[in-house]
Structure formats: structure tokens, C-alpha cells
């Protein structure tokens, strides 16, 4: 391997109004020595926010590249990168991830564009609703972590206009009375605050996903040394340990370039080379 990174000293233009580039930067510094630079003044938001639904994985996709590309009108980089984030009721589905961060990668120079997918557990979101004055809301408003992690509280019958940048308890509480009584149904909604300078949790998880990207990048292609070789697909089939037939297990794992196409078949990492005999439809039946 020779020395320098192709990205060693670049500068990686990151659209975020949400101080994101906290998250993802010392990955990058470590792993690549490149620079995380946020682009200044940009409304990410427009591009789409937290409203308590789970958008869809492949909105999420284009919205992350979106968000990419826009550091390209206001930096003179050749390399930028975006995260995009979709989190689900906690607890709502047992071992099912709750929560996904999808990290966009482009480098137009070299014409790489990445997608990195990193779902997660670790997820804050909450979201309950109250009448004025209820009881519990103080408790509840104690439980979400406020004010370390941030809070939106919303009309129920106008969920699309939340109120924002609360910072005291008293504020949120006088916020949701107000709003519970201006509701058609007499509800206030109180959600977590997701985007990542509010949220701890969140941060954490970005950081993460910022190390598998950094480390995809650092593996540069065999055959045309354009960084991001890695993983593209997997190939089932894996044989059954007893009759030799193919199964649904992953039989090995399939790396590509994405500039060149190149790409290598490599063996499952757990070193298994037979699926268990549970898994195989013809001795299931036989
Ligand atoms: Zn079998
Ligand atoms: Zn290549």
C-alpha cells in the first residue's frame, strides 16, 4: 500500500445546519486525514425534517444525495458528504432496528457516488400526547432527557408547524398548554427533537456511521485505486452441510469498485463453508 490516502488533506463539504460535522469529522481526520468542512448558511431543512413519520429508505437516499450535492454550489470541493436520518417509535417492533442513518458520499471528481446504510437500536424518539394541564406531562417532558436532548411539541391538528428551540421546562409546558387548546381534539404533541445538535443519542449513532464510511472510503480498488471498494452485494446459496443442495445463507459476499466495475467474489467472513441442514428446503422435506 503506498502512503497517502487519495484524500489525505482534502477538504469534504457537509451540508448541515446541525453542527454534524462534530459526528462525522474525526473519522475522517483519523482514517483518511481529510477534513470535514460544514458549508455555511445552507436550510437543510427544506429538504426534509423529523415530523413524527418514517419516511421511506429510498426518499431517504435521494435526499441524502441531494443534501450532498449541495455543498457543491457554495464550496470549491471536489468531495462532499450528507447524512440523513429516519427514526421509528421505540420498542414499537422487538429486534427490528428502529432507526436508520444514511450517509451519501460524492466525489465528482472521480465520479464516485456512495450510499452507506447504517441501521441502529440506539434511538431516543418519543412521541406522546396531551390535554392541558395534564399531570404527567412535566414527568414525561423529565423522562425524554430535556434539556440535554431537545423537544418539539406540536398541535395535533396542525402536526405540521411544531414549535422548536424550547429551553426551559416552564416554556415547554406553558408550549403545550397553548397548543392543546388551540387543537380541534384538545391535544398537544410531544416529540423528540432528532436533528443532531439536540440529540446525544443520535450524534453517537452518526459517529459510528461516519467510521464505516471512512473506513469504505480508505479501501481503494485493485485495479483502478479509486477509493470506496467494498461491498456491493452478496450471493446466496451457501451448500447444505449434509446434502450439499444450495440454501438462502449467503454463500459469499461480492466487493466493487464504483468508478471502474471492477469486482471480487470473497468468502463468508465467519469462515463457514456448509449451511446448517435446518436451512436447506431439501432435507426440510425430504
Ligand atoms: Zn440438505
Ligand atoms: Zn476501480
Redesign the pocket.
Known amino acids: 500500500m503506498s502512503g497517502l490516502h487519495p484524500y489525505a488533506n482534502a477538504r469534504i463539504g457537509l451540508a448541515t445546519m446541525h453542527e454534524k460535522e462534530r459526528a462525522l469529522g474525526p473519522a475522517f481526520r483519523r482514517v483518511l486525514g481529510a477534513d470535514v468542512v460544514a458549508v455555511p448558511e445552507l436550510d437543510t431543512d427544506t429538504l426534509g425534517t423529523f415530523s413524527g413519520e418514517v419516511p421511506r429508505p429510498d426518499a431517504l437516499v435521494e435526499t441524502s444525495l441531494l443534501k450532498a450535492e449541495l455543498a457543491f454550489r457554495t464550496m470549491d470541493v471536489d468531495c462532499a458528504v450528507a447524512s440523513e436520518g429516519s427514526y421509528g417509535p421505540i420498542d414499537r417492533v422487538p429486534l427490528v432496528s428502529s432507526g436508520v442513518e444514511i450517509l451519501a458520499f460524492i466525489d465528482r471528481k472521480r465520479g464516485i457516488r456512495l450510499i452507506d446504510t447504517f441501521p441502529t437500536h440506539h434511538t431516543s424518539w418519543r412521541l406522546s400526547r396531551f390535554r392541558a394541564s395534564d399531570p404527567n406531562r412535566l414527568a414525561v417532558l423529565r423522562a425524554m432527557g430535556f434539556p440535554r436532548y431537545g423537544v418539539f411539541v406540536a398541535c395535533s391538528s396542525d402536526m405540521d408547524h411544531p414549535v422548536k428551540g424550547l429551553a426551559t421546562e416552564e416554556e415547554v409546558i406553558a408550549t403545550m398548554d397553548r397548543e392543546a387548546e388551540r387543537s380541534t381534539e384538545g391535544l398537544a404533541v410531544l416529540y423528540s427533537d432528532m436533528r443532531a445538535h439536540r440529540n446525544p443519542t443520535r450524534m453517537k449513532v452518526l459517529r459510528a456511521a461516519g467510521w464505516q464510511l471512512a473506513k469504505r472510503l480508505q479501501s481503494l480498488?485493485?485495479?483502478?485505486?479509486?477509493p470506496g471498494?467494498g461491498r456491493i452485494q452478496s450471493r446466496r446459496g451457501l451448500p447444505c452441510e449434509a446434502c450439499g443442495d444450495p440454501t438462502h445463507w449467503i454463500d459469499f459476499e461480492i466487493d466493487g469498485?464504483?468508478?471502474?466495475?471492477?469486482a471480487e467474489a470473497r468468502p463468508r467472513r465467519d469462515g463457514r463453508k456448509t449451511a446448517p441442514k435446518l436451512s436447506c428446503k431439501s432435507c426440510r422435506t425430504a
Not at 221 to 226: E, S, V, Y
Request: some cysteine; glycine content about 8%; charged content about 10%.
Open positions: 480498488c485493485p485495479k483502478c485505486h479509486a471498494f469498485c464504483n468508478v471502474c466495475g471492477h
